[in-house]
Every structure is written in C-alpha cells, then in structure tokens.
C-alpha cells in the first residue's frame, strides 16, 4: 500500500511516501527563518507557505520516488492539533489528491504522529508510556495499539518546547530558541538549587512548566548581562556557535545546564509516576521537537534503563515536524480498518482531536 503522508500543522510543510509503512522518499519545507524574526510563527505567513510550496514539493517527491499520482493508494493528512489555516491547506491538498485519484483518505492526530515516528527506524512495543513534548504539547499518554491512545496527564499552562523557546527569547536568541539552549549546555555540570523543579510535588501526572520559566525569568533580570546584546540570526549560530557569540559564556552555560536539567528532572520524574501507576507497559516512547534535546533523552532513557523497558526515540530529524510519521501513522489506521470521508473536519490547537473515522470491516 503506497500511501501519501501530509504534514502542514505548523510551519513545516511537509510531503513523504511510504509503502508497506516503510520510508521511500521525503520532502520537507521549512520556513523556520521567515518567522525566527517575528519571535514565534505568524499563522498567515505559515498558511501562504504551504500553499506556495505543496504543488512544487509534490512533483518533486513523485519523481524522486518514480511514481505516478495514480499509483497513490491513500493520503494521510495531519489534521489536528495545529494552526487552523496552516491545518485547512493540507486538508483541501490531500482532498484534492483524493478526488483526482480515487485513493482514500485518513486523518491523523499530529500527536499520535509525533508518537509513532520511532516505528519508522525499528520496531515499536505496546503497550508503551508515550512522553509527547513539544512546542505546543506536553502529554503523557498510555498507548495500548498504534490506534488506541489514552491521555494520563498534560501541561497546565506552558509546554515544555515554550519554556523553552520563552527562556531563549528573553536571552534574545531567534525562535524557536530550544536547541540553543541544549548546545549553551554541554559539558557544563547543571546546579540543581538554581531553579526549582516544576510541579513535581503533589500526586498527578500533569504539568506545568510557567513557574520555572518566571524563575528564569527573574534570575536573568538580575543578570542582564547574560542576554546577547543583539539578536544573532540562524546562519550566524549555526556557523560561530551559541557560546561563541555570547559574552559571558561560563555563567551563560551554567544557566542553561540548570535549566535543562529542570526540564528533564520534571519530566523524569512525572513518567516514573505513570509507570508506577499503569500496568502491563513494556516500553517507553519519548517524542515531539523537546525530545531532541540531549538532557531528555538522557534522562528518559535512564529511566527507561532502570525499569527494563524499550526504549523508543527516533533520531533527530524524525523529532521536529515531518511528514513520514503522518504517512506511516496513517498506513497502521488504515492497516486496522480505519478511513475518514471527504468531510474530514481539521483540528485547530486547544481542541481534542475527535475518533470520528469509520471502520470498514474485512469481508
Ligand atoms: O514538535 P515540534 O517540531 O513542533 C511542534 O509541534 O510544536 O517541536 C518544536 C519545539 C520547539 O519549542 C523547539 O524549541 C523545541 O521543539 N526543540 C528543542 C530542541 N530542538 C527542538 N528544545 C530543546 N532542546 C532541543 N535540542
Ligand atoms: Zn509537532
């Protein structure tokens, strides 16, 4: 089965094949550059992107794959949680797609995506204590199936990627400012009395990660000469390094190991709870744009050590945004019997992700 992955929930724009569940061919656009200046991602920018690029980004990908339109037998579309106008470009391309072709159609939750991305590189166990961390989420799910998800606890107020792009933004880094702050930090021991773990003690599996950001927050209005004095751009940190183009670099590198290691700690600790309270888990799955963050993988993957389970984590690029997990999420709805109408509806942030797809059951 030749399947048509989709991915415009954010300000990614991405396209991918996969046959049988397995990568043939990937395109992605990224427009991270056009909205680092603006500090965050400007929705009517992102949906003009998408549009621009789906039509040239589509040619490219069947010839690089050697196949037709016509030999596409279904489109997975990301259809939710995301931005609403972003979200309705892949919606109206991937039903385009459909009428043209015949081939079907599944929506899919970007989440559950992010979640089964792993599957792409190797095998993947259930049940599984799925850790979601990205700019926009923070979830804790226990997955039973590639098709049956149950949340366990989610972010209160920021998500674990926005501290950490909020954190970068006042030290006046580009956004999404995260991974500067994973460089600034390494080789660096973190002193763990310099902020406060976040919302660890009390008994739930929620999170919230606003108060550490305000810790933060004050620590560098009391040290301001920490901030860099003028916003360095993409390409200049990408050549030079974060450490390099900032003036206090020893203290700048002790703040930023901190305040991973709070993130990380936080984390560590909410899914140990998860696993001491649900039963029959046999792995971990860690996912989302935060799980490339060299702090988390460590600390989850110690945990996962400790507790004798798999441990699921794709590699970096499989983390952020892409589109072979929505192809390959989409292949095992469909695997399992799964299918949406035309009327597929998109799913604007804040809103949960309805299971409104039909099950066409096997003759
Ligand atoms: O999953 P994703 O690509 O997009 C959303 O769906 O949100 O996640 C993006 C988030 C951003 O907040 C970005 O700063 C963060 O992932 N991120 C990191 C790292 N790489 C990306 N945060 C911390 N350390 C990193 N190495
Ligand atoms: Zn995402």
């Not at 072709?101 to 899919?108: S, Y």
């Not at 209160?156 to 460089?183: H, I, Q, S, T």
């Not at 950001?213 to 751009?233: G, I, R, W």
Request: net charge negative; hydrophobic share 45%; aromatic share 6%.
């Amino acid at each position: 089965m030749l399947v048509l992955g989709v991915e415009t929930s954010c300000d990614e724009t991405g396209l991918a094949l996969v046959r049988d569940g397995r990568l043939v061919v990937e395109r992605l656009a990224s427009q991270t550059d056009m909205h680092a200046v603006f500090g965050g991602v400007v929705p009517e920018i992102a949906s003009r992107e998408h549009q621009r690029m789906l039509p040239p980004l589509f040619a490219q990908l069947l010839t690089a794959g050697g196949v037709a339109a016509s030999d596409i037998d279904a489109v997975a579309v990301a259809r939710g949680p995301g931005l609403l106008g972003s979200l309705l470009v892949g919606l109206s391309f991937a039903k385009g797609v459909c009428l043209a072709t015949g081939a079907e159609l599944i929506g899919v939750n970007h989440l559950h995506a992010h979640l089964l991305a792993a599957g792409l590189e190797g095998e993947m166990r259930f049940p599984a204590l799925g850790v979601l961390v990205s700019g926009g989420h923070t979830h804790l799910y226990r997955i039973d199936s590639p098709t049956e998800f149950g949340l366990l606890g989610r972010t209160l107020d920021d998500a674990a990627g926005e501290a950490f792009d909020k954190v970068a933004k006042l030290l006046n880094l580009p956004y999404p400012g995260g991974r500067y702050l994973d460089e600034l930090s390494q080789g660096v021991e973190p002193d763990p009395a310099m902020f406060p773990l976040a919302y660890v003690h009390n008994d739930n599996l929620d999170f919230s990660f606003s108060g550490l950001k305000t810790a933060v927050a004050e620590y560098l209005n009391k040290h301001p000469q920490l901030a860099y004095a003028a916003m360095p751009d993409a390409a200049t940190l990408k050549r030079e390094g974060a450490l390099a183009l900032c003036s206090h670099p020893e203290e700048l590198a002790l703040v930023a190991a901190s305040f991973n290691h709070a993130v990380a700690e936080t984390l560590r600790i909410k899914a140990a709870r998860a696993l001491d309270r649900e039963r029959g888990l046999v792995s971990l799955v860690v996912a989302g744009g935060v799980a490339a963050n060299s702090h988390v993988r460590a600390a989850l993957g110690g945990l996962a050590a400790e507790r004798g389970l798999a441990y699921s984590l794709p590699s970096l690029a499989l983390c952020t945004d892409n589109a072979a997990m929505v192809a390959r999420t989409g292949f095992l709805a469909l695997s399992a019997g799964y299918r949406h109408g035309l009327d597929l509806e998109s799913v604007p942030r804040g809103r949960a992700v309805p299971l409104d797809w039909a099950r066409v059951t096997q003759q």
